[in-house]
């Protein structure tokens, strides 16, 4: 079983910055991917970045030049950067670790953390 908990998110302003943390417990393996997904109100979940050792880092074409994540592997905790913030951005943020086995993929999720950007 894997746990995720997520920390930082809030509100601020256009043009600002903010970080996002997410610690993972349980049975990690920094061959299977983690990072964060977004949903914004009356929309679908969508990627925003996703990094695996070995393979790279995928971003969401909407965030790609802003964001920036990275991963802590001995800590099993991966970050957003998140620059020049936009209203678009505002969804709540979804930390995520996909185990991949030969048999099966299973998706384990954060309890979300609102991100909010306003004037």
């Known amino acids: 079983q894997v746990h995720l908990v997520e920390s930082g998110g809030g509100l601020v302003q256009p043009g600002g910055s903010l970080g996002l943390s997410c610690a993972a417990s349980g049975s990690i393996f920094s061959t299977n991917p983690m990072g964060w997904y977004r949903q914004a109100p009356g929309k679908e979940r969508e990627l925003v970045a996703t990094?695996?050792?070995?393979?790279?880092?995928v971003y969401g074409d909407s965030v790609k030049g802003r964001f920036t994540i990275s991963r802590d592997y001995a800590q099993n905790t991966v970050y957003l950067q998140m620059n020049s913030l936009k209203p678009e951005d505002t969804a709540v943020y979804y930390c995520?670790?996909?185990?991949?086995?030969?048999?099966?993929?299973?998706?384990?999720w954060g309890q979300g953390t609102q991100v909010t950007v306003s004037s």
């Open positions: 995520n670790y996909r185990s991949i086995s030969v048999i099966t993929i299973t998706d384990y």
């Open positions: 990094t695996t050792n070995g393979a790279g880092t």
